[in-house]
């Protein structure tokens, strides 16, 4: 099933080149406060009544602005994970909206250092103390769609030079002229409202795909394809406004057989081992 933001609307549209990892530092790493890198300046204010839907996020080299967000939101986009992926919160941090501002003096931060700094700010601030465990459970495998091995129609052998995305930072998204203009190499994926409007890569892997479906979907997508090469590829048809919503099946949504039929994979619902993040302890906000 795709996932979707019926009761949610976000007023930016969230589009980045991922690699295989640059997401989400290694297992070791994931702890509450875990990096140095802090806000010089931050401001955290509750919205009474609890705001509504309507939640602007700016994200700029200097800081971030976040408004009307939930601790259950804030700590999603700090840790970079699908609310699916977050257990042990209380209701207490679902249901309470803050205006959050934060500023970084010393210089231009990156997308990743911005979470880092998030991540401390809610450790800070609300007492947050999360880990990252190990569980066994529903996920996506990525297959080859047929027996014989053959890959579709939109993928091609590599003719991007690009570079991979470094370690510390998310770049730029690439502009879609026809093929995908960008420095650097991975898969990019556009969202408005939690819906997937378009996906493409650049010298990418089949664990890149995986790795950058997985927050999209309700369950993680894992890598079974055997694969190793990279390719370029651009999917057709992901039209915003239509419905995404899987039946039940992977050949329900658009992005599904979008997949299958121009990618010559399949997502195979299976089990399998995935990160979850697990809410120790969290508590309303220090005052600023």
Known sequence: MFRTASTTCLVVIVSMMVGA???????????????????????????????????????????????????????????????????????????????????????????????????????DRFGLDAIYERRTGPVYALELNRRDGKLGRAMHVPASTCKRVPPEGVVPAPRKTGVLVSEYCGVSIAANAGIVIFVGGMRATAADIAHALSPHLDRPVVDRTGLTEEFDFILEGMTPGLDTSATGTPTGGEIFTAIREQLGLKLQPDTGEFEVLVIRSVSAPTEN
């Open 21 to 123: 990892r640059s997401l989400s530092p290694p297992l070791q790493d994931h702890s509450s406060g875990a990096s140095s890198v802090r806000f010089d300046v931050a401001s955290v204010k509750e919205r009474p009544g609890g705001g509504g839907a309507f939640r602007p996020l700016t994200i700029t080299p200097g800081g971030l602005t976040m408004r009307n967000f939930t601790v259950m939101q804030l700590i999603q986009w700090a840790y970079n994970l699908p609310e699916r992926d977050i257990v042990g919160m209380t209701g207490w941090a679902r249901n309470h909206a803050f205006d959050v501002e934060a500023r970084v003096l010393g210089g231009p931060a990156t997308t990743t250092q911005l979470r880092a700094m998030l991540q401390n700010l809610l450790s």
